[in-house]
């Protein structure tokens, strides 16, 4: 690979701005596909790259792929996203945050740490937003790439993609999936391995890792509906906040959610949202309150998430009972009147239940009230005055409303966006050559490169690896479509294409430090020597005799 033009290319892709879920990241895909058709093989097989359209996309994206076709079926997947976080975290530098070579001129001024500096001044990091995550990456799959097009005899396919909306809901992955059993049916293609490019971070030795696996994120939304009342006749009502703060402290940072797997732990759930539902000030309790947590999973499915939660708020919800009867008891001695229990009892749901039963309750009537609010949501979405997390909110409390149940319940559903946990180990017929990558990979790096890495059975950090298989499909697809408000109204995976897929993964990617912060920044030498030699190595080992 021609290190300079390497160089070239990812300040060329750097410099495009990207931010995910704009319009900017159609400017980085019109840039790779013109790549791509100047390259002398696609002007030969026009019909072996294109832009595969989002479905329904506003903003018009799409993953841009090319396929080189060899001798035989076996293909390796090159997979990585073109869209980066915006650069708002930059300040005043603001306007440099895509051009590194500008950028490192004035960071120094910054409010930076001692390492941050460190890095700096040792010419050996190229700091700028995406240099790291991910157009690193970009650029060597495209030269690698345009190398084995220029080869007059190839064994095997490599089949790249570029995909759009990774920093957000992934919508390019998931439709991508599509994308490759189409490639893979069209082509007779059998997918080997998908390689992703996604920054590491070094291990507590100081190595570099390789990642057989990528973490899981399900978020978790839990609606709350009390009974409105004065603050003067506190006791003629439920406060939806207390019985939600209740479920909250149970679950926040909970290692009851935790996943072990080989001695690698998920994180424990957070909360990143929770609030009532009042918009103003008056003399009375909320009628409502709710929030969301993710799970990150290694092996939890949603089946068991569910059924977790579930049990963790009957807990909350029978706490909070017993603690305001303790306190009305009291409330009453003090009156001199007699002691009584309050009429509260706890009622948990699930999503899928609570649908179910407005659907009896009022039939078409709330499902033309469902569709219609879907619409107004996505208007919203679009400009801006709602989320998805906060719309799966609005859709369970209009569920709630159409039920002629009106006692206090706590309501628990999914929101998007959902990923799946995957990781090699899963994969009941793992091929020898996918077992035994990561350690050929390792001793390679060690002997031809002179670097010490690792390899772990999950990347933390979330990735679209997600996407390129299913597992316990039994256990995750009846779970999230019945209890994903948004399920087929704005999000969805296409799961079959997903199973059909079924392709094992590894994470090679550069040394990165900080993404999402100012000090964003790649190893050099790992991006213009280790990484692109270390992925060849991988392509040339999988589609090997």
């Known amino acids: 690979m021609n290190k300079n033009e390497l160089e070239k290319l990812f300040y060329e892709l750097v410099e495009i701005q990207s931010d995910t879920g704009t319009e900017l990241e159609k400017d980085v895909e019109t840039f790779i596909h013109n790549w791509l058709g100047d390259l002398d093989y696609f002007k030969e097989n026009p019909e072996l790259f294109g832009k595969y359209q989002l479905k329904d996309d506003p903003l018009g994206r799409a993953v841009v792929w090319g396929l080189r076709r060899g001798d035989g079926p076996g293909t390796v997947i090159l997979l990585h996203h073109h869209d980066v976080v915006d650069s708002y975290d930059y300040g005043r530098l603001k306007d440099l945050a895509y051009r590194p070579k500008k950028l490192i001129e004035k960071i120094a001024d910054a409010d930076i740490n001692q390492e941050t500096r460190d890095d700096l001044e040792s010419d050996k990091w190229i700091f700028g937003r995406g240099t790291a995550d991910m157009k690193a990456a970009g650029a060597i799959h495209l030269l690698l790439l345009k190398d084995y097009t220029e080869l007059d005899s190839f064994k095997g396919n490599l089949l790249f993609l570029s995909v759009p909306d990774e920093e957000s809901l992934s919508q390019g992955a998931r439709e991508g999936a599509s994308l490759l059993n189409n490639l893979k049916e069209k082509h007779g293609l059998q997918y080997l391995m998908c390689v992703d490019g996604e920054p ?22 839990v609606y709350v509906r009390g009974r409105k009342t004065h603050l003067g006749h506190i006791f003629q009502g439920l406060n939806p906040s207390h019985i939600l703060s209740e479920i909250v402290t149970s679950t926040d940072m909970n290692p009851l959610f935790s996943d072990v797997v080989e001695g690698e732990v998920s994180p424990p759930p957070s909360w990143s949202f929770m609030r009532d539902t009042k918009e103003q000030y008056d003399a009375s309790i909320p009628e409502s309150a709710g929030g969301y947590f993710s799970v990150l999973t290694l092996t939890q499915t949603p089946k068991d998430i569910l059924e977790n939660t579930r049990k963790i708020s009957v807990r909350a919800f029978d706490t909070v009972i017993k603690r305001i009867n303790e306190h009305y008891s009291r409330f009453r001695i ?29 039939g078409d009537e709330y499902l033309r009230a469902y569709d219609e609010r879907v619409e107004k949501i996505k208007n919203d979405i679009a400009e801006g005055k709602t989320n998805i997390p906060d719309s799966t909110l609005d859709l369970i409390s209009l569920t709630i409303d159409f039920m002629k149940d009106k006692s206090p ?4 559903a999914f929101s998007p966006p959902y990923y799946p946990h995957i990781a090699n180990l899963d994969f009941e017929d793992l091929s020898e050559k996918a077992k035994h990558l990561g350690l050929h990979l390792i001793q390679y790096a060690k002997e ?61 990617g550069p040394w990165g430090k900080d993404y999402h912060k100012f000090t964003e920044r790649v190893l ?15 392509i040339d080992y999988l589609l090997s005799s």
């Open 200 to 221: 590491h971070e070094r291990d507590e030795k100081g190595r570099a890792v390789f990642y057989e696996g990528s973490v899981g994120k399900t978020m978790v939304v």
């Open 334 to 362: 003090m009156g001199h009147q007699p002691i009584e229990n309050l009429p509260w009892n706890s009622n948990v749901m699930y999503f899928s239940e609570a649908y179910q039963q407005a659907l009896e309750d009022y």
């Open 409 to 412: 319940k706590v309501v628990i």
């Open 448 to 508: 031809e490169l002179g670097q010490c890495y690792a390899k772990k059975h999950y990347f933390m950090g979330i990735s679209d690896l997600s996407y390129v298989a299913l597992n316990d499909s039994e256990s995750v697809v009846p779970y999230i479509e019945k209890n994903m408000p948004h399920w087929n109204k704005t999000y969805s995976i296409p799961f079959k294409d997903l199973e059909e897929i079924s392709v094992p993964i590894i994470n090679i």
């Open 524 to 538: 050099r030498e790992d991006l213009l020597e280790n990484t692109p030699k270390l992925t060849k190595f991988a």
